[in-house]
């Protein structure tokens, strides 16, 4: 296949949701879709692939508001009926909190040219949202600083790297998502996570950060601050390909799955343009430049990955090793987590 250039429009889609929703018209280019995304590398890709297939197949505008999955629920509840959001971006267990608060309008399947495509398990129940991309909390590390590659969870807490390591805090994908890996390590459950806050309160307290958006760690490995830290093969990725001391290691107990998914506010007064958007992100093609642009995971059944993007993404045994966990027991437990955290860990 061919790799796809930041920035380039692909050929056939801006054909396929233009005539899927018959949305070029003066009207649609008159309009202004909001999203709420990521930020950093993430924010890059979605600029490279999503954003300009769909702008022109639709005349319309997209307007980016930025955010990590905790906020972007916190800003969704808050405004409720009437939404300044259209499309979010969001982790599957924040996504199921706002289902279960009746916040989330219902995707069509039948407006959606990809559905047919997509791995069966992408919609979530009542099709309420849809996963658009597989990624995982796996150990980002500096090689130039880690001579033999982190294999376990067990690593981040070596002697040998302390004051080294950087953590996520707890409202943020890889910091819960971390909290939970080690919990589970240490005989925890999602009921009881006392095993993972005992754990890892003396290695935040030797952390050089608790990161609360991503791409925090960039400088931090770029000036050889960090040797090691729970971190996104995506954002890895992308940050070697700019040149900084970053590789990806999937720990042998398994790294923890993640499935950022796409909804539709039931207060977004663009709900077609909004579907719009979202079947542009489902397609092939767009897929495929996500993939080679972001090294996500692509869950259109019929999208293809380069060499380069296969060894980075969950693939393979890395994919069949991921450790998912349910959403509706993460939505409902995560207030509980959080609470604990910023009481027990948080400086």
């Known amino acids: 296949m061919k790799l796809h250039g930041k920035g380039r429009v692909l050929p056939g889609i801006a054909a396929l949701a233009a005539g899927a929703f018959a949305l070029a018209s003066p009207l649609a280019a008159q309009e202004k879709l909001t999203i709420a995304t990521f930020g950093g590398s993430f924010l890059d890709a979605v600029k490279s692939c999503h954003i300009p297939v769909f702008e022109k197949a639709t005349g319309a505008a997209v307007e980016t508001v930025l955010g990590n999955s905790v906020q972007h629920a916190a800003s ?29 309008h219902p995707l069509d399947r039948a407006v959606l040219a990809s559905a047919e495509e997509l791995d069966p ?12 991309m597989t990624g995982a909390t796996a150990i980002a590390y500096n090689p130039e600083m880690v001579e033999t590659p982190p294999s376990s969870w067990r690593d981040l807490f070596d002697e040998a790297y302390k004051g080294q390591v950087a953590i996520g805090d707890v409202t943020g994908t890889a910091g819960w998502q971390f909290l939970l890996a080690v919990n589970r390590m240490e005989g925890g459950s999602p009921e009881d996570v006392t095993p993972g806050i005992d754990a890892i309160r003396p290695l935040a307290q030797d952390a050089v950060v608790q990161y609360t958006q991503a791409d925090q760690l960039l400088a931090l490995f770029a000036r050889g601050e960090v040797a090691m830290a729970p971190w996104y093969p995506d954002r890895a990725g992308s940050a070697a390909d700019e040149g900084l001391p970053i590789a990806i290691a999937y ?15 039931e207060g977004s007064s663009q709900k077609e ?30 999208a293809e990955l380069s060499e380069k993007a296969a060894a980075i993404v969950p693939n393979g045994a890395t994919l069949e090793s991921l450790w998912f966990l349910d959403p509706a027991v993460t939505s409902a437990q995560l207030p509980g987590w959080i609470d604990r955290w910023q009481r027990e860990v948080a400086r």
Request: net charge negative; glycine share 6%.
């Open 76 to 104: 969704v509840r808050a405004m409720g009926a009437s939404s300044d959001y259209d499309v979010v971006y969001i982790d599957d267990s924040a996504a199921m909190q706002l289902k279960a608060e009746n916040l989330l």
């Open 121 to 132: 398990r992408a919609f979530g129940p009542d099709d309420a949202f849809v996963v658009f």
């Open 273 to 302: 343009l909004a579907a719009a958007f979202v079947d542009t992100v489902l397609s092939k093609e767009v897929q495929e430049c996500f993939a080679e642009t972001k090294y996500a995971g692509p869950i259109n059944l019929k």
């Open 251 to 265: 720990p042998e107990e398994g790294a923890v799955g993640i499935r950022p998914t796409l909804l539709i506010p």
